[in-house]
């Protein structure tokens, strides 16, 4: 009786050892995954502080008036004037959303009529030519940036 009881308890230890030694074994490599993730974050918040630098540097003041007057000719910058800043009142409205099949077609037919009609765009911007806009609000011309 004694004999099949050791072996029993023999039995159990290896048992709990074995289970020690996995659970110990899956921690380390836990552990390793930790170091691993721990080591990237500090390399990109390095990599941010690095992009922060040169963002700071390729924006300086000094920087951007020389690449300005080196590249007058190309750029035919102006600057920016008072009444190019719209006010809110300015700003036209947006047409309600239709509601009915009829609102829509009358809506396409308003935006494929509208380049025919033609103004003058009044405002002046720095970088970018006069272009003549549709009169329908809210139509772009041709070759607008989106």
């Known amino acids: 009786m004694l004999r099949t009881f050791d072996i029993i308890l023999i039995g159990l230890m290896i048992a709990a050892a074995g289970i020690t030694y996995k659970i110990k074994h899956d921690a380390e ?3 390793t995954e930790v170091h691993k993730i721990q080591r990237m974050i500090a390399d990109e ?4 502080d690095l992009l922060k630098a ?15 007057a ?16 719209a006010n809110i009142n300015e700003i036209p409205k947006a047409k309600p959303a239709a509601e009915k099949v009829d ?3 009358n809506l396409i037919t308003e935006a494929d009529a509208g380049p025919s009609v033609k103004k ?3 405002i002046k911007t720095g970088s970018v ?5 549709a009169a329908v609000p809210g139509a772009k011309p041709k070759g607008a940036a989106h």
Request: aromatic share 4%.
């Open 129 to 133: 030519r006069r272009a003549t806009v």
């Open 120 to 122: 003058t765009d009044t």
């Open 29 to 31: 490599k836990q552990m």
């Open 45 to 48: 918040k390095d990599t941010i």
């Open 103 to 105: 609102d829509v077609a």
């Open 70 to 85: 080196s590249f007058q000719g190309q750029l035919n910058l102006q600057p920016v004037e008072a009444q190019q800043i």
């Open 54 to 68: 040169d963002w700071s540097l390729l924006t300086q003041p000094n920087r951007l008036q020389k690449l300005v």
